[in-house]
């Protein structure tokens, strides 16, 4: 771009004015053409004496040559006083388009001199009696063009001096910030979630880093997240396999034990085994829905679903001394699977009777609407504390972790309702109830084109 843009201000500005000089000298030289013609156009034939008289008084500035010829080319009238040619034949194209009644006139530049020339026929009673031509030698215009190029080239080379060096400085900056982003672009790479790209400024370099800054804090976030969730993981299925291995090593080493203690040590082997396997179906589902693979949603009724998932609970409910209560369930309808409205309900009314009081309740409100359905589960149970209820969707997380495991929870229920809603453009919040007790209140999109929406 700086070569074209040299070879333009060297070239067309110069082209330009060649063009005003060529133009100006010809429009010049016709005009002195035209009064040295004017002086003899009075004559009815030309002669050497009549022309070098009637010229006698004509004085035309600049001119460095003037010809006054008969209708045949030959020279009556020359200024020139070295190398005369009058009496000899000219031939010159602009005197022989002259003398076949056209006037005529050229400029060229060479060689550092305008050379321009110029002729017109001599008229008398329409009939042409001779030329007159004009000649110009100017070196005086072509020293300003000549010192005009050479400022043109002075100023471009000033100005490529000067992008090149602001070139130069913006490249390296450019450069530094770039090593900079890379820089941090590969340790992020390398696993330093703390690397930060710093760049000051407003340009789209600053933006690019405040982006990956953010991007990087997002992963640093769920890194954390994925290394927690391992030890959590870990440490939750290490504990029911270290009682099932106590538990055999205490049959193994007593050879003397009774079939009592030994059905009641089995029976305990089972109970772990089974909660190891319900901690295993949890990470699954936590799997599946973190990788995004779903059934398409659909329109499901809410009341067969909520029934079945009641007769199921019953029995707990009933051996823990807990009512477990349905009310006004008609017309709702959510957009998800029958699975995972099963998977809602089962575990929000499940830990409403584990957590609960013999003598208290449990009650599933399903309310229908135009864009959503409302499922509220309400216990008067043991409650949670106001600074533990933005925890409870965490994974893992419980709010008495003795007594959680003593209920046989995983700490993954909440969490699996919580994704599972969040994933078909719901949303689920916990709330004390007064007098004790707690209620969890679920939102879900009860239209395709909401539900399409919202995902």
Known sequence: MLLVVMVLMNTYPLLVSEDLVFQSKCSSLLSSAAVLNAAVSGLDELTEENVGQALSNVDVAGISRAIVSDPFG????????????????????ELVEALR??????????????????????????QIIGGVYVYEYDTQQASLLENLSSTLLSISIGIAALVVMLSAIFARQLTRRLNSLQSAIRGVREGAYNQRAVLS???????IAGEFNDLVDRLQETESARRQFVSDASHELKTPLAAIRLLTDSILQNENMDNATAREFVSDIGNEAERLSRITEDLLRLTRLDSGVTEPPRLVEVAPVLERVVRMLRPVAEEKGVDLLIVSIT???VLATEGELHQILYNLAENAIKYNR???????TAEPGEETAIITVEDNGIGIPASELSNVFKRFYRVDKARSRAAGGTGLGLSIVSDTVSRRGGAIRAENVEGGGTRFIVTLPSSVERGEEEL
């Not at 009644?101 to 008398?124: I, R």
């Not at 013999?358 to 599933?364: C, E, T």
């Open 74 to 93: 030959k020279v009556l009238y020359d200024t020139r006083e070295v190398g005369s040619a009058v009496g000899r034949y000219v031939f010159y194209n």
């Open 201 to 207: 400024g407003h340009d789209e370099f600053t933006q």
């Open 331 to 333: 017309g709702a309808v």
């Open 101 to 126: 009644g056209n006037s005529e006139a050229y400029s060229v530049y060479k060689e550092g001199v305008f050379h321009s020339s110029a002729a017109q026929p001599v008229l008398y009673r329409n």
């Open 358 to 364: 013999p003598g208290g309740y449990v009650r599933i």
